[in-house]
C-alpha cells in the first residue's frame, strides 16, 4: 500500500494540516536541535572566516611597512 493511496480518501486539511502538525509535534525537538546545530556551526565559519581574514590583512600591513622602513634605512 504507497502513501498516496492511503491519502486518496481523505480530506484535504487531514494532507496539508493535520499531518504536518503532527510531524512538528513529533519531531519537534529534533528539528530544533538540528536548526540550532546548523547556524552554531555557520557562526563558527564566519567568525573563523572573519579571523583569518583580519589576521591576514595586520600580517601583510605589518610586513609591507617593515619593508618599507628597511629600505629607508
Given amino acids: 500500500m504507497a502513501v498516496r493511496e492511503i491519502f486518496t ?7 496539508w ?5 503532527i510531524a512538528v ?9 538540528l536548526l540550532t546545530f546548523v547556524i552554531s556551526v555557520l557562526f563558527k ?5 572573519a579571523l583569518v581574514g583580519g589576521l591576514i590583512y595586520v600580517v601583510r600591513k605589518f610586513t609591507s611597512s617593515s619593508s618599507s622602513s628597511r629600505s629607508d634605512w
Fill in 45 to 49: 565559519v564566519l567568525v573563523f572566516v
Fill in 25 to 33: 509535534v513529533v519531531f519537534g525537538g529534533l528539528i530544533v536541535s
Fill in 17 to 21: 494540516v493535520a499531518v504536518p502538525v
Fill in 9 to 15: 480518501g481523505l480530506p484535504w486539511w487531514v494532507k
